[in-house]
């Protein structure tokens, strides 16, 4: 069963890699924090979003990376990936980041993809990170969180759908690369994808390390 209120990150496990990054200066202009990745130094599985989204700065608690300055916190997606990672056994012992920290805007507050460049711009950080973690499995979560995990490996992404819960290892680092749906369209792709909920949550417990 999902768990209806994962645990909250605390702020003192947030890895801070350049506190006044301006590597994009378009991004620079959109944010209101920068969205770094948040768990513990010695996470067995680490979780990679595409970048933050605008954020509810008058949310209780889920406002979102781009208030917090910790990666998925936001109500829907950030709620939704923790929910998910508890019902298979990880409410801790994850980490959570982007492969673009930055919330990047197309006006009014509304979302776009992150560009090449700004994928590319933030690829070192998602690096530092992958090498102070070490984790075991790396969960990218949707088409471009997966594109940039890809990436580093120097490979490259035909077609997402088919690469979900499908396992890779990485070359260069070690890792197992396992991509899930986005969590904020998980539930209309799962049909299309032949899954249940339930299915789907056995699927990736079962690609995961026991714990």
Sequence with gaps: MVDADPRFPDADETLVLEPDCARCPALVDCRN???????????????????????????DRWRGGNWTGMSYTARHSGRRIRE???????????????????????????NRAPTAAEKANCRDHLVSELEAVD?????????????????????????????????????RFGY???PLLHPSYRDVWLSRLGYELDEYLADLEALLPER
Excluded: Q
């Design 33 to 59: 924090r920068i969205s770094w990745g948040v768990g513990p130094d010695d996470a067995t599985v680490l979780i990679v979003g595409e970048a933050p989204g605008a954020g509810n700065p008058d949310a």
């Design 84 to 110: 998910t990672m508890a019902a298979v056994g990880y409410e801790s012992g994850v980490f959570y980041t982007n492969a673009v920290k930055c919330f990047p805007s197309d006006g009014e507050g509304s």
């Design 135 to 171: 984790p075991d499995v790396v969960v990218p979560t949707g088409r471009h969180a997966t594109e940039s995990v890809l990436a580093l490996d120097d490979a490259s992404l035909d077609g997402f759908l088919d690469t979900v819960l499908d396992p890779v290892e990485s070359e």
């Design 176 to 178: 197992t690369v396992v």
